[in-house]
């Protein structure tokens, strides 16, 4: 069944701790994204991706790296979190096929302590 | 430039009257608008969208919405409200001509609908 997963769903972890949230998506999308969102708040676009090798920061200023070495697969890591990286992170994939409608993820909500 | 408007933060409705949540948006092309439902610690979950054709779209769970060209909207309705209706709701544009599928989201509007 083609789906898009994202884990951990919950992550705490203490400051200064290198983390990588997974993104991976079996539709075989070219386009992925991810987005941070405080809870019940608007979402903000931090990173996307075109395809293989090629990705662009979003409107929303991030500490967070990205990359997009396979079709499915697009983490994101933060190399030293700190409490204000305390967040939701949504990823989603599209393609034209379906008019770029946005297939989400569950989410990763992460705690930085 | 795109840009999304959803003038309310929240909608209060009782149980089996009719629910709207409104969305105004702003895009120098063609638009192609989306509605999304997201419940707690959960991702988005699409609804309906619309593309072209008939200006009302039906969708998930007996949602529908009504493109309006010269006011420039997209509201979403449901005729009568269900409990579990009960969540926050995005709208979404995207430029046609926009071949990198980016969208501007709405704020978001949580819908409340009391027993």
């Known amino acids: 069944e083609a789906d898009i997963y994202q884990t951990p769903r919950y992550l705490v972890i203490g400051t200064g701790k290198k983390i990588t949230l997974e993104c991976s998506q079996t539709m075989g999308h070219d386009k992925m994204y991810w987005y941070q969102q405080d809870p019940g708040m608007e979402l903000h676009l931090i990173h996307y991706s075109y395809g293989v090798n090629s990705t662009e920061k979003g409107d929303l200023s991030s500490e967070s790296t990205v990359s997009r070495i396979r079709t499915e697969h697009f983490p994101l890591t933060l190399e030293s979190a700190r409490p204000s990286h305390t967040s939701q992170y949504l990823c989603?994939?599209?393609?034209?096929?379906?008019?770029?409608?946005?297939?989400f993820g569950p989410g990763t909500r992460l705690t930085v302590t | 430039a795109q840009s999304v408007a959803q003038p309310e933060d929240q909608v209060n409705v009782a149980e089996g009257n009719p629910l709207t949540v409104k969305c105004t948006y702003s895009?120098?092309?063609?638009?192609?608008l989306f509605w999304y439902v997201q419940y707690p610690n959960r991702g988005l979950q699409f609804l309906l969208k619309?593309?072209?054709?008939?200006?009302l779209v039906k969708g998930s769970y007996g949602f529908e919405a009504e493109f309006n060209k010269s006011q420039t909207s997209f509201h979403l309705k449901k005729p009568s409200a269900l409990v579990s209706d009960s969540a926050l709701y995005f709208c979404a544009v995207r430029d046609s001509g926009d071949s990198w599928g980016k969208f501007q989201f709405g704020a978001g509007t949580q819908v409340v609908v009391t027993p």
């Open positions: 989603a994939s599209s393609d034209r096929i379906n008019s770029y409608e946005q297939y």
């Open positions: 895009v120098s092309g063609n638009p192609y």
């Open positions: 619309y593309i072209t054709g008939d200006n």
